[in-house]
């Protein structure tokens, strides 16, 4: 059993990555500190928002497992 906690470390660690990576780009750092445009809220749809709900469930996942390996 605790051989396979490493294995699927990595395997949820790669999936987060490509997850993370997959997420919209172009708000970086200037929605951050007030971007020129007028700082509007845009909501997340369609394919983005399930991404976003992957992102964080993978996440979870990686964080419950990284912790299970701590105590077992």
């Known amino acids: ?3 396979l ?3 699927a470390q990595i395997v949820t660690a790669t ?3 490509i997850l993370i990576l997959l997420q919209q780009r172009g708000t970086a750092l200037g929605s951050l500190f007030g ?3 007028g700082g509007s809220y845009a909501t997340r749809r369609g394919i983005q928002k ?3 709900v992957a ?3 993978v996440g979870i ?3 419950a497992l ?3 390996h701590f105590v077992l």
Do not use: Q, R
């Open 1 to 3: 059993m605790e051989s």
């Open 5 to 7: 906690f490493p294995f």
């Open 15 to 17: 999936i987060l990555m």
């Open 35 to 37: 971007s020129s445009d």
């Open 50 to 52: 399930h991404l976003l």
């Open 55 to 57: 992102t964080i469930g």
């Open 61 to 63: 996942v990686f964080i």
């Open 66 to 68: 990284s912790l299970a």
